[in-house]
Nanobody, 123 residues
């Protein structure tokens, strides 16, 4: 059974950093693109960053450019989201999701989702 588990969320002050992890089990990540999405209270889920099976990345949120990066370690079957210079508006539940090979901005095109991890940026 294909499963994704996010971890690494928490409470951080503005300007701080967090690294989220998305660990896969039941399948190998080698042939999957992994997207990071987030959903703030009262808002729709939005794409943040995605990394394809070949390692290419796609940015779906202008607000995180230059602050967030995505990487993958296939040996550990894990994808990471490094978040720096965090702002209060980054507060959301962050989800990772998988689809075969290529990234896509469309939430509906990702078939497997984790349970999410809460990120709260506040002083």
């Amino acid at each position: 059974q294909l499963q994704l588990v996010e971890s690494g969320g928490g409470l951080v002050q503005p300007g701080g950093s967090l690294r989220l992890s998305c660990a896969a089990s039941g399948f190998t990540l080698d042939y999957y693109a992994i997207g990071w999405f987030r959903q703030a209270p009262g808002k729709e889920r939005e794409g943040v960053l995605c990394i394809s099976s070949s390692g290419g990345s796609a940015n779906y949120a202008d607000s995180v450019k230059g602050r967030f990066t995505i990487s993958r370690d296939n040996a550990k079957n894990t994808v990471y989201l490094q978040m720096n210079s965090l702002k209060p508006e980054d507060t959301a539940v962050y989800y990772c999701a998988a689809r075969v090979l290529l990234c896509d901005y469309d939430v509906a095109r990702f078939g497997s989702w984790g349970q999410g991890t809460q990120v709260t940026v506040s002083s």
